[in-house]
C-alpha cells in the first residue's frame, strides 16, 4: 500500500525505465556502505521459507521452492505470489506480489514492488539506504511516486549514498519517509491511525506461517504501546462517528419551551449491531425527549459498522450524548 504524501511525491518514469539507473546504485552502494556505521553485519545469502498465493517466485528467473538458497548479487522476484526469506543472520524479508530485490552483501536493493524487512538488515531504495538496530520496516517503489520507507517498530537511520556527508536522518516507529530513486528526501511525516491499521491488516502481515524475527519482538504476537494507543484511537473515532450518524438521522421531539436539552446514555454494542443495557446517566429533564433518544438507539442497525479489526472484545461500551437547542 503505498501511502500518499502530497507535499514529497517525486515523479518519475515508471520503473521499467529505470532499471539500469538502480543497477548503477548497486555500483555505487558498494563503494560508499563501507562508509556507515556497522549496523548490519555482511550477509552472504538467504533461504526461501515460505511460498503464498502460487508458485511464481524466481531466483536469477529460475523458479523457486521453500528451501531454495540466494546468492549475494542473485536478483529475486515474485510474479503473483508471496514469499518470505531468511537471511544468515536471521534477519527476515517478506515479498509482495510483483517485487524483485538484489540481495547485496550489506544491503538489500528494492527495485520494485514492495517488502517487510525484520531484523538487522540495511535496505537500499535507489542511493537511499535504511540502516537499522533491528527493527521491523517497509521499503516500496511505487510506479511512478518514487519510493517510500514506512516504520512499524524500532527506529532507521535514512542516508544518501550519493551524499554521505550529509547527516542521517532518524525515522521512528509509526513514521514515513518519501524518497525518490535519485536520492532525493522528502519530510519524515506521522502516519494516522488509520493508515497504520491498513498496513497491519495488509497482505505482508496475513496469511504467512513465520513470525518476524525471533530476534525481534514481533508485532502481531506481542503488541507495542504504541500500536495499543493506534487502536485506542480507531475506536475513540469509531464511538464519534456511530454517534454523528445517529443524531443525523434522530427524529427530534420538540420540547416545551427554549433551551439547551441534554441526555446521555450509556449501552453495550455487539458485533451484530445490537444494543443492550441501556441507561440514562443523565436526563433531560423532558422524559419525551429521554425516551425518544433510548428509542433511536434500537435503530443503530441502520448506521453500524463493523468493529475496527484490532478491537478483539464482544461487545463495546459507549456513552453518547443527544444534544438539542431549541431557540
Known sequence: MFIPRLKTVFKLRPWRILVATLFCFVTIA???????????????????????????IFIQNQKARVGSIAQRGQLINTEKARGGLRFENNAIIRLGHNT??????????????????????????????????????????????????VVIDGRIDVSNLVDPDSPAIEVA?????????????????????????????????????????????????QPTPYIDSICSSLVTVYKANLQASLIDTWDVPRPPHTGIWTVRLTYSLHRDGTVSD????????????DRSA?????????????FPSCYEADLMEITHRFQLTYQ
Not at 30 to 56: G, K, W, Y
Not at 181 to 209: K, M, S
Not at 298 to 303: A, D, L
Open 100 to 149: 524483485s530485490f538484489l540481495v547485496g552483501s550489506r544491503c538489500v536493493q528494492l527495485q520494485r514492488g514492495r517488502i517487510i524487512v525484520s531484523g538487522s538488515m540495511r535496505g537500499c531504495v535507489g542511493s537511499i539506504v535504511a540502516a537499522t538496530r533491528g527493527t521491523i520496516y517497509s521499503l516500496e517503489i511505487g510506479e511512478v511516486a518514487g519510493g517510500q520507507i
Open 30 to 56: 558498494a563503494i560508499a556502505l563501507p562508509r556507515l556505521p556497522a549496523t548490519a553485519q555482511q550477509v552472504n545469502r538467504a533461504t526461501v521459507i515460505e511460498i503464498l498465493d502460487s508458485d511464481r
Open 173 to 221: 516507529k509509526g513514521e514515513v519517509l518519501t524518497v525518490s530513486l535519485t536520492g532525493r528526501i522528502g519530510a519524515v511525516e506521522h502516519l494516522n491511525p488509520e493508515e497504520f491499521q491498513q498496513i497491519l491488516d495488509g497482505p505482508l502481515f496475513q496469511d504467512f506461517q513465520v513470525p518476524l524475527s525471533d530476534a525481534q519482538s514481533p508485532i502481531l504476537e
Open 294 to 306: 433510548i428509542d433511536h438507539l434500537q435503530t443503530i442497525k441502520q448506521v453500524f459498522s463493523p
Open 278 to 289: 441501556v441507561k440514562v446517566v443523565q436526563s433531560s429533564g423532558y422524559e419525551a425527549l
